[in-house]
């Protein structure tokens, strides 16, 4: 019968979040870490709960803030 492992460490966790940061996909991090895909999802989902709101991370909108497009759009509307 299996057994769990019991906790892993910090940095153990760590390692697995941030190689999963960098690309790595899900099953590829269950394979080199050795750690449950499930187990990663839920490192991911309590990762995400303690980040700010996205309203939270916003600057204020200033009055004179304007919205343009970008100049690689406006030369091809002067061309018709």
């Known amino acids: 019968m299996l057994e769990p492992k ?3 460490s910090a940095a153990q966790k760590e390692q697995v979040l941030a190689g999963y940061q960098e690309r ?11 750690v449950w895909r499930q187990t990663i999802i ?3 989902m309590a990762y995400v709960e303690q980040l700010p709101a996205l309203t ?4 204020p ?10 100049s690689c759009c406006l030369s091809h509307e002067n061309t018709e």
């Open 42 to 44: 839920r490192w991911l």
């Open 6 to 8: 019991g906790r892993y």
């Open 61 to 70: 909108v200033q009055a004179d803030d304007v919205l343009q497009r970008q």
């Open 56 to 59: 939270e991370t916003l600057i």
């Open 24 to 34: 790595m996909r899900l099953r590829g991090a269950q394979r080199v870490f050795h």
